[in-house]
């Protein structure tokens, strides 16, 4: 989930494969994460979230994976289809004084071949 | 159902020039927010408003004014547009503040200073 300047981490995967997406978030205070998806020219638009209590939590096609010790966040996409090309974000939200506000990692391009 | 609706979606300004951006949801919901998004990045906040009546800085404020006009719009004001602030500008807005719940997101509005 890491990158470097204006280069996003890619990935590229056949058309019904599974798809494994990861974030290293950065503050152990962090209580709330969702992942966004956002598709050219469009706003991003919410897939899953999972609180601090909880280290996975399932969708339709989706999963979201929660590893607190590592601050470590990942979503699987199964079946993954074309449709699902586009740029993953995973956020985080703070406690205390800055409780409510999102702070994004800098996301990952999915690039589904039919 | 608009969700959140963003005016302008395109715009070019002079440097210096001043503009503002329109933003208003239907969801009936408590708080809002502007962010920024520069190539190869993830979303930064710039402003939001955890209530009507209620305004506080993100993470980049300088350059910016916010105005809360009601429950449902959320104006971002650029004084005199600078070129560093080229980039596409989202609004947010979300149901509760401090409650864990996600952002829905407007489509964006591309701006670029010259």
């Not at chain 2, 955890?50 to 959320?74: I, Q």
Request: hydrophobic share 30%; aromatic share 10%.
């Amino acid at each position: 989930g890491e990158s470097v300047g204006l280069h996003l981490p890619t990935l590229s995967v056949q058309e019904g494969d599974n798809s494994i997406i990861n974030c290293a978030y950065s503050n152990s205070a962090s209580d709330y994460f969702i992942w966004y998806k956002q598709e050219s020219g469009k706003g991003p638009q919410f897939i899953i979230d999972i609180r601090s209590n909880m280290d996975k939590r399932q969708g339709q096609r989706v999963t979201v994976l929660l590893n607190k010790t590592v601050k470590h966040l990942s979503l699987q996409i199964a079946a993954t289809q074309p449709g699902d090309s586009a740029v993953y974000f995973c956020a985080e939200n703070l406690s205390g004084t800055s409780y409510g506000k999102l702070t994004f990692g800098q996301g990952t391009i999915l690039t589904v071949h039919p | 159902n608009a969700g959140v609706t963003q005016t302008p979606k395109f715009q070019v300004l002079k440097t210096g020039q001043s503009m503002t951006l329109q933003c208003a949801q239907d969801m009936n919901h408590n708080s809002m927010y502007w962010y920024r998004q520069d190539p190869g990045m993830g979303l930064r906040l710039i402003y939001y408003s955890a209530s009507e009546g209620t305004t506080d800085k993100g993470e980049v404020p300088n350059g910016y004014n916010v105005s809360r006009l009601n429950k449902r719009e959320f104006s971002l004001r650029l004084e005199s547009a600078a070129p560093s602030q080229t980039s596409v500008y989202f609004c947010a807005s979300s149901r509760m503040w401090g409650a864990n719940t996600e952002a829905f997101f407007g489509q964006g509005t591309r701006l670029t200073v010259v």
